[in-house]
């Protein structure tokens, strides 16, 4: 029988690593959501989810370099850029971004996680999976997890492509502190991609996730040149990002100003603030993120295309942002 004929649960084994698990249980839905997760977290992709993957212009990417630093980046292309021969398969024709650490992190075997989203519709999809080739013009990836997530905190924008645009111009910033327009990029931001993982060859699951987080601009807050936190809100209670921070500090951020095409990728340690006055301070905050930066890469202007903002998640209406 076809893995897309199933019905009912899609694995016989938990999809859940024990970082995830572990959150659930102290939440107090471990077997709820071992029950959903086997019904919806799958070992393939479905067919919306591979023609999905073939109209997107970009993909978000998480990776891990040779230190075992988390990156979070983007893969741009025409649409069909990337494709699905079969549900066990992406193939991305596409090259990282001068300076952009993705292009050393490329090899093959190597733990990857995707992110297709789609912000005019607000659909998205999970994938990780290890990278099975290699070669000059992109790669391929052998699919492990694949799910769709819901459209919560995702704000609604509209693409449109450069009529000239050249990547070989791109010219990389490195930093080890924040400066004041690297802040200033962060503090109005309304969306971020954060890549997380969790590596051990003895469990079922595990590997390197992408995720969308999102709030109203000024949702990130600066606390000092080294540190920054955002909230984090009621999700699909898998807890992909924050299993794997339990287990492995390590975390990439992905900062992405719409209107300017700038990138800033960071790469530190995060730090789970479960209670507390600061938890207390945000509407809507279940918890708190605290970063702190290792390296950052800054790539001016580095996108073909950019946004035109249509409207801000409905789910927005019950979150706030840090009071000035």
């Given amino acids: 029988m076809s893995p897309n004929n199933l019905k009912g649960q899609t694995q016989g084994a938990s999809p859940f690593h024990r970082g995830e698990q572990e959150i659930q249980a102290r939440l107090g839905i471990h077997d709820k959501m071992e029950n959903i997760g086997r019904r919806f977290i799958r070992e393939y992709l479905l067919d919306q989810h591979q023609e999905f993957y073939q109209q997107l212009p970009f993909v978000l990417v998480g990776s891990s370099d040779s230190r075992g630093r988390l990156w979070a980046s983007i ?88 009529p000239e645009y050249c990547s070989a111009s791109l010219s990389a910033q490195r930093f080890t502190q924040l400066t004041p327009p690297l802040s200033a990029l962060m503090t109005r931001a309304d969306t971020l991609f954060i890549a997380t993982g969790y590596t051990d060859a003895a469990a079922a699951h595990h590997g390197i996730d992408v995720s969308h987080r999102g709030g109203k601009p000024g949702f990130v807050r600066i606390e000092d040149d080294h540190t920054f936190s955002f909230p984090d809100f009621a999700g699909n209670n898998f807890y992909n990002t924050l299993g794997n ?80």
């Avoid at 970063?291 to 073909?304: G, K, R």
């Fill in 245 to 324: 921070l339990l287990l492995n500090d390590r975390v990439g951020i992905l900062f992405l100003d719409f209107q300017a095409g700038h990138l800033l990728s960071v790469t530190g340690g995060a730090e789970i603030i479960w209670a507390g006055e600061a938890v207390k301070a945000f509407p809507g905050a279940e918890r708190l993120l605290r970063i702190t930066i290792d390296q950052m890469i800054y790539l001016p202007a580095a996108l073909p295309f950019r946004w035109d903002f249509q409207e801000y998640s409905p789910s927005l209406e019950f979150t706030g942002q840090w009071s000035k």
């Fill in 75 to 162: 893969l741009t292309g025409k649409p069909g850029f990337v494709s699905s021969p079969d549900s066990m398969t992406l193939d991305l024709k596409a090259q990282p971004l001068p300076g952009d650490r993705l292009s050393d992190n490329l090899q093959e075997n190597a733990d990857i996680g995707l992110l297709g989203i789609e912000l005019e519709t607000r659909r998205r999809n999970r994938v990780n999976g290890k990278i099975k080739a290699v070669s000059a013009d992109g790669f391929t990836v052998s699919v492990s997890q694949s799910f769709g997530n819901c459209p919560q905190y995702i704000q609604k924008r509209q693409l449109h492509w450069l």
